[in-house]
């Protein structure tokens, strides 16, 4: 072959070699696309279906502490382990503190978890406070109040 001939070859070659890279460069892309979209439609999904946080909070719209009570006194019976009841509480939004030999609500002194969660949007929420008394090893009572707290 004639170098001319040679030149023009190599530049077909080049120019073939430039299309490929462009080509696998287009589906990397593509691909990536794709793999966005996916990314994307998963984590709409829970605003979709309703997903706000902990919707599952026992008594989110009650307002009366009475109300509170018959909820949670079947979910934690006297005699149940306070580690149980620890838990439970926990679940449904709670912040758990043990508080030992103080008062609650104007009653006590006893040993208590003291839990508490804020319910609503700002700027007004409900404040929940919970005592679950304990003799140490399980459940014995429980004390309810609730209160609005604004801004």
């Known amino acids: 072959m004639s170098p001319p001939h040679q030149s023009r070859d190599n530049t077909r070659l080049v120019v073939a070699t430039r299309r490929l890279k462009r080509l696998k460069r287009l589906k990397r892309l ?3 696309k794709v793999f966005i979209k996916r990314v ?3 984590a709409a999904l829970p605003l979709l279906f309703g997903c706000d946080g902990p919707s599952a909070n026992v008594g989110k719209e009650l307002t009366k502490s009475s109300e509170m009570l ?3 006194e079947p979910k934690l019976p006297a005699g149940m382990p306070l580690d149980t009841a620890r838990t439970y509480m926990i679940s449904q939004g709670f912040a758990v503190e043990e508080k030992k030999h103080e008062m609650f609500a104007g009653k006590g002194p006893f040993d208590f ?6 319910d609503g949007d700002p700027p007004i929420k409900r404040r929940w406070e919970v005592a ?3 003799d140490s090893k399980g ?3 429980l004390l309810c109040r609730t209160a609005l707290v604004y801004p």
């Open 30 to 32: 593509k691909g990536l």
């Open 40 to 42: 994307v439609v998963f």
């Open 70 to 72: 018959k909820l949670l």
């Open 113 to 118: 978890l003291f839990c508490i969660r804020s």
């Open 132 to 134: 679950v008394i304990h």
């Open 139 to 141: 459940v014995s009572a």
